[in-house]
């Protein structure tokens, strides 16, 4: 055939797909501990969602978006972050009307136009949790916790948090007055982007990864020197939490991100040693987004995660996740004759929760032992002629290599209690 699947688009294979069940069972179980509840939003949204949100004059808005017409005519988006979906959820569920803070999390694929290489796709998918309707800095420091405590039991310690704060609209300003100040004379040695950001999106330069412009960037005063006295408060008391919860962070000033609804407080999360896309997740508070939706004004933070960037990451490291993957069970017949106790024997295993297969390409016994082997099958239940006529299964501990007769009616509850099945 000659169609492939799109460009920078991944094909999950049975062979992967258990590390990624394994993933989003531990993000689910840990957002329960949390606190934090599932939402699911639609894949796409109208297109005016994220130009408001995310802000015109960014790179996803301005480059990156998968925007389509549909057959009724309204512009819609294949979405690119899941933050403003869920506010705009929130706005029209009135879920302000409920109990506050609101903590949601979600699991699902993101869609950007961006140039493939490792590590960064079309089609990606993203963990991310969101913590409505409280201002206070504990709950940036919260979930910053909950973002290192989710690495760290796949594995990954030894990830770099870098945090900044880039304030309100009002420290922005000034900010952004002091970079155009500074790099007016600069514009020259800075690249073509960052010329075009000097007009319409100052900030944004700071983080270009060009090394001309980050030279030419390199004596510029942080921006938290221009934070008014709310928000530096707010960044000494996140740092304050951060220590509460021992997470050593670095405080990167170049770090504005790339949404435009950012206040206070921003974060990424790093892993060296992951080539040109080591982040492997960030976030940070939006306070102005809902009001700028319409909604009441309602403070609001929180985080995003790059699940393939995290399995490259486990792989770059040589971790493998505790996947159990083997079967229980492999149960060897003899052609037809075996069927009439093996079909109902693997129908009451498989209800009793074991993982159990059987043959049903007619195979000798000893290619079926075979596949019971390559499967990693813990035991074979083993129905030949003499079984039949003995009403006794040969249950194989694959193991050991020791056998047991067992009566066909007693098979499944001995295999349970074998595999403390509960
Ligand atoms: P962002 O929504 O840009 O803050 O990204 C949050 C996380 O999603 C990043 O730290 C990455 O781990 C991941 N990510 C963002 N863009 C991509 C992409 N194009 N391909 C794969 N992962 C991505």
Redesign the pocket.
Known sequence: MDITAPRGTNDIMPDEVGKWQYLEEKIRSICRAYGYREIRTPIFEETALFQRGIGAATDIVEKEMYTFIDKGGRSMTLRP?GTAPVVRAYLEHKMYGGPQPLKLYYIGPMF?Y?RPQA???RQ?H?FGAEVIGVGAPEVDAEVIELATYLYSTIGLEDVEVQINSIGCPGCRGRYREVLRDALAARLDSLCKNCVRRYERNPLRMLDCKEEGCRKAMADLPPIVEYLCPECAEHFRKVRGCLDDFSIPYVINPRLV??FDYYTKTVFEVTYRGLGAQD????GGRYDGLIAAYGGPPTPAVGF???V??VLLTLESRGKELPLEERLDVYIAIVADKGKGVGLPLLRDMRHSGLKADIDYLGRSLKSQMKVANRAGARFAVIIGEDELSKGMAMVRDMEAGSDEEIPFNQVVRALRLRLSVS
Request: hydrophobic residues 25%.
């Open positions: 972050e950007r961006e590590g960064r796709y990606f993203q991100r790339g982040a492997i997740g960030g995003a995660a790059g393939e960037r």
